[in-house]
């Protein structure tokens, strides 16, 4: 009879397709308990705590680790009982956790009661594995309205919690271009969740696109993640809206797209900018946290947000000569230096570690 996984508790406030890909690496080597924290109203956080509580009254004496996506509200209890039961609480810092965008109330240090918890949650883990070195500190130009720096370690000054970057992996042998699908020219694609909604179109970089799309009448630009029945109040004529897709249908669109825009104003370490990358689209970023290095010299970067910058890149990238050889650059970074085996080995090792000192 094999012997029985030892246990972790794994908290996360949202159940993206990263969590869901960070479940299913975790399971490999233990008996994963899970529990979500997933208010559907901001008076309900106190029952959801509860929940919260009570599960890790059951749980937490037969945990070897906890971990936690993200630092918040749902992460304070799980650093504070795996303090307390000394089982080590590793914290994932993602992006939003990391950050203050006061100017669009956005990051987690952006709302004063929640940047207090996630400081606490900090303060008690026993590790931080941020997906990317620029969610650590980093210097922020792209637009002036906010902090010089953004960070965790920038959020939270005193803090002497270690950290250990663990970037995020994809899989090249799904994520990859397919073959008989013609690669249109001049033509741009974004991937947008909360499409419907003014503040995530600026902080994603939408309301760029829309104004680029009006001044290069020549170019296509597809943005996927659309509501049903949703339309941009004054949506030229040249932007294509599509809705959220599965994975399968969503490759083959990559495939379709010769460039990839992310000009978000603040990101962690982007899913479908990658994904789009393995695709062999270009990519085409804004000078943000790890989208610069990222990238390396395989597309192109706009240095701060600016609508006219954007158009003269555009016009840039659209006149490059060598677009495939940088679509095939693209996919081989990504797939060379991020791939899922690197953060398996390296999640587990920094787990086993952990669990090896407590």
């Known amino acids: 009879m094999p012997a029985r996984k030892p246990v972790l508790l794994y908290f996360y406030p949202a159940q993206s397709s990263f969590v869901v890909k960070d479940l299913r690496l975790m399971e490999q080597r233990y008996e994963v308990r899970h529990k979500g924290f997933l208010p559907a109203k901001k008076w309900q956080t106190p029952l959801v705590w509860l929940g919260q509580v009570i599960f890790l009254l059951r749980h937490i004496w037969q945990a070897e680790a906890l971990v936690c996506m993200f630092a918040g509200y749902h992460s304070f209890f799980p650093a504070l009982f795996g303090k307390l039961a000394r089982s080590p609480c590793l914290i994932v810092a993602g992006g939003t956790d990391c950050v203050s965008f006061p100017s669009i109330g956005y990051g987690v240090f952006s709302n004063p009661l929640l940047g207090k918890f996630a400081r606490w ?91 680029a799309a009006r001044k290069v009448p020549h170019a296509t630009f597809t943005i996927v993640g659309a509501p049903e029945n949703f339309q941009f109040t004054t949506q030229p004529a040249n932007v294509r809206l599509l809705p959220k897709m599965p994975l399968a249908d969503l490759i083959e669109v990559y495939s379709g797209h010769t460039f990839y825009l992310q000009l978000s104003m603040s990101e962690g370490f982007p899913n479908a900018l990658s994904e789009s990358m393995l695709c ?49 650059k693209a996919r081989a970074i990504i797939a060379g230096q991020y791939p899922e085996q690197r953060r398996e080995q390296e999640l587990l090792g920094l787990l086993q570690k952990l669990t090896s000192a407590s």
């Not at 994809?170 to 008989?180: E, H, Q, R, S, V």
């Open 121 to 211: 949650s900090y303060q008690l883990a026993a590790h931080i594995a941020p997906v990317h070195e620029k969610l650590v500190w980093q210097d922020y130009t792209y637009q002036p309205n906010d902090f010089p720096h953004q960070g965790f370690r920038y959020h939270c000054p005193d803090l002497k919690t270690p950290h250990t970057v663990v970037y995020n992996g994809y899989d090249a042998t799904f994520w990859k271009p397919i073959p008989n699908v013609v690669r249109e020219s001049n033509t741009f694609l974004t991937v947008c969740a909360g499409l419907n909604m003014r503040f995530t179109q600026r902080l994603k970089g939408v309301d760029l696109i829309l104004e």
């Open 280 to 328: 062999g689209c270009v990519p085409v970023v804004s000078k943000v946290a790890a989208m610069p290095d990222l990238i390396e010299d395989s597309g192109f970067l706009l240095p701060q947000r600016s609508p006219d910058l954007l158009e003269e890149l555009i016009l840039e990238a659209i006149g490059t000569k060598e677009l495939f050889q940088l679509g095939q």
